[in-house]
């Protein structure tokens, strides 16, 4: 009954590559959210998807898209991997948007190593 | 931009009380949540302040002053499982009626017998 799942949770691959991670969230929330955790630990956020419609678009380079097939799912495509890429990938959900402080769940992660 | 400043570890005793500060600078600032993350793990909820003062959960207290954009995370009878990193975020208006969170670097902290 895990709330906020993402797959893989483990991911190695080569530069250039292209690969997704996978986000589902069964609390029944209206907004998602994809963060990336660099190696000092420094959260942040990537893209936000509220009922399947992007609200956020921080300054991510496009090989990174987000794909929302219902508000339950937000997956993440990379195209075209890069070292730099190698970080944790976080997932999380909440009911409103942060505005409303609405707590967000975060999923466990995807470590991502590019090499 | 957004500014905010936590210092990058701290260590305490057992049973101690601990404070971690944050200090922001920002526009379109809403509210400020604090967040723990233990090693390998991802981010948990720990507090939600949007008014000036105090708001107080079991052994977790928090604070804000929105005047002087400052907020502490008060840990208190420390335990050992305590050691973890605490995230400072504000809520930040980003326009057209959304709002995003932004995270502090976040402080790791270390409990000690």
């Known amino acids: 009954d895990t709330a906020v799942s993402q797959t893989p949770k483990y991911l190695v691959t080569q530069m250039g590559n292209d690969k997704s991670i996978k986000c589902e969230q069964n609390?029944?929330?209206?907004?998602m959210y994809w963060y990336k955790q660099d190696s000092k630990k420094f959260l942040k956020i990537m893209f936000s998807?509220?009922?399947?419609?992007?609200?956020i678009n921080e300054t991510v380079p496009n090989r990174f898209s987000p794909k929302s097939p219902d508000k339950a799912h937000l997956n993440l495509h990379i195209n075209s991997l890069e070292l730099g890429d190698s970080a944790v990938y976080f997932c999380?959900?909440?009911?409103?948007?942060?505005?409303?402080?609405?707590?967000?769940?975060f999923g466990p992660g995807t470590r991502l190593l590019v090499l | 931009g957004q500014n905010i400043d936590q210092p990058t570890e701290m260590t305490a005793t057992e049973g101690a009380i601990v404070q971690i500060n944050c200090t922001y600078q920002?526009?379109?600032?809403?509210?400020l949540f604090w967040y723990q993350q233990h090693a390998g793990e991802a981010p948990t909820f720990l507090s939600y302040?949007?008014?000036?003062g105090l708001e107080e959960k079991g052994r977790f207290s928090s604070f804000l002053s929105r005047s002087k954009g400052y907020s502490y995370l008060l840990l208190k009878e420390l335990q050992m499982k305590d050691s973890a990193s605490y995230l400072c975020?504000?809520?930040?208006?980003?326009?057209?009626?959304?709002?995003?969170?932004?995270f502090g670097k976040g402080t790791k902290l270390s409990v000690i017998p």
């Open positions: 302040n949007v008014l000036d």
């Open positions: 920002t526009s379109g600032f809403n509210g």
């Open positions: 975020a504000l809520t930040i208006y980003s326009g057209a009626g959304s709002y995003q969170l932004t």
């Open positions: 609390l029944g929330h209206d907004t």
């Open positions: 999380a959900s909440s009911q409103g948007s942060a505005g409303g402080g609405e707590t967000q769940y």
């Open positions: 998807y509220n009922n399947k419609e992007l609200i």
